[in-house]
C-alpha cells in the first residue's frame, strides 16, 4: 500500500515524514554512521566485529516481536527469522572473508577493509523496518495476515544473516589460524 501511495500521490511523502517520531532520525543518523565507520579500512579485535552483527540482531528481533506482537505468526514468524538468517549467514559466508582481510594471531586483530556492503545492509535493515512501520500505522490489520507477516520475518532474518556473515568469516578465518607461541 506505502508503495502504491507514494506512486499515486508522491505528495504524501512530506506527511510520512512528518509524522516520523524525532527519535526514528537519531535512530537513522546512528545506523548511517556505524555503517560508514565501515568504509574504511580497520584493525580490530573480534568483539569489535562482531558486536554491531549483534546488536543489528536484536534490533530485527526486536522489530519482529514489536510488529507481530500478539498475532498468531510471532512464533512461526521467529522460525521463518531463524531459517533465512541461518540460510544467509551460511551462504554469504562459503567465500571466506573479502579480499584483503588478515589477522595477526600475534595481536589478535584482524585487518579488515572497508566495503559499502555493511553501511548498504544497516539502511536496507532501517527501510524495511521504517517501511513495516508506515504499513502497520496505515493497515494494523496487516500484522495478521500470514502472508505479510512470514515475508516481513524473512527479510528481517535475510538481511540480519548477511550482516552477520562477516564477523562470522572473520572467527572462521581466526580459527584456521595457528596458534601463537606462548611468551617465555
Known amino acids: 500500500m506505502l508503495i502504491q501511495l507514494l506512486t499515486e500521490h ?7 515524514v512528518a509524522r516520523t517520531p524525532r527519535w526514528v532520525w537519531g535512530l537513522l543518523a546512528a545506523l548511517t554512521l556505524l555503517g560508514v565507520t565501515q568504509l574504511r579500512t580497520r ?3 573480534l568483539r569489535r566485529a562482531v558486536a554491531p552483527a549483534i546488536g543489528l540482531a536484536l534490533f530485527s ?8 506482537a500478539g498475532t498468531p505468526w510471532l512464533a512461526p514468524g521467529l522460525l521463518v527469522w531463524l531459517a533465512a538468517f541461518g540460510s544467509l549467514m551460511l551462504a554469504a559466508t562459503r567465500s571466506g572473508p573479502r579480499p584483503g582481510t588478515t589477522y595477526d594471531p600475534l595481536s589478535r586483530r584482524f ?21 513495516v512501520g508506515v504499513e502497520l500505522a496505515m493497515q494494523p490489520s496487516l500484522r495478521l495476515e500470514p502472508g505479510f507477516a512470514l515475508l516481513l520475518c524473512a527479510g528481517y532474518g535475510a538481511l540480519t ?6 564477523p562470522f568469516a572473520l572467527w572462521q578465518l ?11
Not at 508522491?10 to 510520512?16: N, V
Not at 528481533?61 to 507481530?68: E, T, V
Not at 581466526?174 to 617465555?184: E, I, V
Open 111 to 131: 585487518v579488515v577493509p572497508g566495503s559499502v556492503l555493511p553501511l548498504l545492509t544497516i539502511l536496507a535493515i532501517f527501510l524495511l523496518k521504517y517501511g
Open 10 to 16: 508522491p505528495e504524501a511523502l512530506g506527511e510520512i
Open 43 to 45: 584493525r580490530l579485535p
Open 61 to 68: 528481533l526486536f522489530s519482529l516481536g514489536k510488529d507481530l
Open 174 to 184: 581466526a580459527s584456521r589460524q595457528p596458534a601463537s607461541p606462548a611468551c617465555a
Open 161 to 166: 544473516g548477511y550482516f552477520a556473515a562477516r
